[in-house]
Every structure is written in C-alpha cells, then in structure tokens.
C-alpha cells in the first residue's frame, strides 16, 4: 500500500514556474514508477509524465515536453515536477500515482493522491 500526497499547487502568472511535490508513505517506494496526471473542468485525466524506478529515465506528454521536467529523491521517498513557461491551458488538478512499470496510461496506476490545483492566469 502506498499513500501519496501533492503540495505545491496555487496561482501563477503565464510564463511563470511551479514546483509540485508528492510525498509518498509505505513501503517500497522506490520500487514503483511514478507519474503526474491533469484533470481540467469538464476534461479527462490525462498523462503528464512518468519516472522510472531509479530516476533514470523518464517521457513526457507532448504538450508538456521541454517545459516540464520529472524527479525523484527516493531517500526522502518524493516525486517532483517543476513546471516552467507555464500556459493558461496547463490550469488542472495534478495528481501523482504510483505504477509498476512508467507508463502514460491511466489504467497502470494502482494509487493516487487527491490532487493539488494549479491555475495560470494570462
């Protein structure tokens, strides 16, 4: 069983950058992959990025790539994601969970965190 729980979120202007945590609790943290989902209103979840195991290799969305980048301190069994050049489209509840195996499908992930809000004004 793993329990995770995003921080981070809040209100920034367009170009801006955030950084949101996901600290997780359980054992074996750092044998799971990990990986950030956004919700929009009225949208479906979607995949935002995904980190293996080690850290050492992750994949992005398209819409996110060079913009956002995945990390992970297994030490202080934490998941990452800065967010830079941030948009008014990236404005979404973002969610961390917790897979096997990176993945950017929903159906992989056996945990979620509640979620943390992330608004981009223009």
């Known amino acids: 069983q793993v329990q995770l729980v995003e921080s981070g979120g809040g209100l920034v202007q367009a170009g801006g950058s955030l950084r949101l945590s996901c600290a997780a609790s359980?054992?074996?943290?750092?044998?799971?992959?990990m990986g950030w989902f956004r919700q929009a209103p009225g949208k479906e979840r979607e995949f935002v990025a995904t980190i293996n195991w080690s850290g050492g290799r992750a994949s992005y969305a398209d819409s996110v790539k060079d913009r956002f980048t995945i990390s992970r301190d297994n030490a202080k069994n934490t998941v990452y994601l800065q967010m830079s050049s941030l948009k008014p489209e990236d404005t979404a509840v973002y969610y961390c969970a917790a897979a096997r195996a990176p993945s950017g499908r929903r159906d992989w992930y056996d945990y979620w965190g509640q979620g943390t809000q992330v608004t981009v004004s223009s």
């Open positions: 359980g054992r074996s943290f750092s044998t799971y992959a």
